[in-house]
């Protein structure tokens, strides 16, 4: 069985990090990535979606908002720079509430409470995260210059801060 995802992100780099993040998990596909909450809602009237990882704060409606209008809304996973809109985001029982940037450790974590509701056992899921994590290639999501630079952690040798950063 494969879980079917949508990532609903008003910002196209949160989407391509969530959607790299994914690629370490053969047991789900993603069937759409929307920039908005009105995409979103028409993508799951057509669809079947298992899963969803969702924005809270986006243009038209927001993340919270989307969900409430769901008759039968999927189990979702909020991605969002907002920690204030937690406790809110459990009320309509979320799986799990990260923060970006979204270190891949965490997302892990995630994936585990996604992977125990939809009944994988943990020795199946570390098994396929493992294997598909070997020829998976991680990325971080720098601030530089006022640019986002994308680089491959394993190009890493040294990381050091400045100010406050």
């Known amino acids: 069985m494969k879980i079917k995802a949508i990532i609903v992100d008003d910002e196209p780099l949160a989407i391509e990090v969530i959607e ?3 690629k370490a ?3 789900i596909e993603i069937i759409g990535k929307c920039g908005d909450g009105i995409q979103a809602f028409q993508l799951l009237q057509q669809k079947k979606v298992d899963l969803m990882f969702l924005d809270i704060k986006m243009p038209k409606i927001n993340g919270n908002d989307l969900l409430k209008s769901l008759k039968n809304p999927p189990k979702v ?3 969002t720079a907002y920690d204030d809109y937690a406790v809110e ?3 309509l029982n979320a799986l799990d509430y990260l923060l ?8 892990l974590k995630a994936m585990d409470k996604v992977y125990e509701h939809y009944g994988f ?3 199946q899921s570390v098994q396929t995260e493992n294997q598909n994590l070997r020829s ?3 990325f971080l999501y720098l601030k530089v210059d006022r640019k986002t630079v994308k680089v491959d952690v394993n190009e890493i040798l ?3 801060s400045q100010k406050d950063y």
């Open 20 to 22: 790299s993040y994914l």
């Open 25 to 27: 998990f053969s047991d």
């Open 77 to 79: 996973i909020f991605t």
């Open 89 to 91: 985001g459990f009320e």
């Open 100 to 107: 970006k940037p979204i270190p891949f450790e965490r997302f």
């Open 121 to 123: 056992s943990k020795q």
């Open 136 to 138: 998976h290639n991680l």
């Open 158 to 160: 040294w990381v050091e």
